[in-house]
């Protein structure tokens, strides 16, 4: 019924997510919703949240790119839920976030470790980051001692 799967989660294309939304402004609850498109309630649920977050671009546009957020976006949305008592679609709403899924995880690397967590991380090996030297042969480990000794 319109998706497909890649790493065991169903994906649903933008008809679908469309023909939600239809629905919705039709009136009818998240649970027929859901069972009208063939979907989860909670898929459901999300998908409006975003919907009613920032419109219906971003909702058809979802999984086509990763967006990425700023540092300052991130604690902005954060510190509204945290400490102004936003809810997270209302957080969605005013800082342009088009999922709730990396909110919730800011929402938990905040509280675990403050907005450091939040801060990017560089990708890959750190420069000059080298393999552990394996276990040296009998015959180095005594060369060296020698070497120790002689000095």
Known sequence: MGGFFMSGRPLYDAGVRRRAVELYEEGHGRDVIAYLVGTPEGTVRKWLDTYRSVGIGALAAMGAKKKT???????????????????????????????????????????????????????????????????????????????????
Not at 94 to 120: C, M, N
Request: aromatic share 6%.
């Open 69 to 151: 957020y700023s540092f300052d976006t991130k604690v902005a949305a954060v510190r509204a839920v945290e400490d102004e008592g936003s809810t997270v679609p209302e957080a969605m709403a005013r800082f342009g976030i088009v999922s709730s899924s990396p909110l919730r995880k800011w929402l938990k690397a905040y509280r675990e470790g403050g907005p450091e967590a939040l801060r990017p991380r560089p990708k890959g090996r750190p420069k000059g980051a080298k393999a552990a030297p394996g276990p040296m042969a009998r015959e180095q480990e005594l060369e060296r001692r020698v070497q120790k000794l002689e000095a």
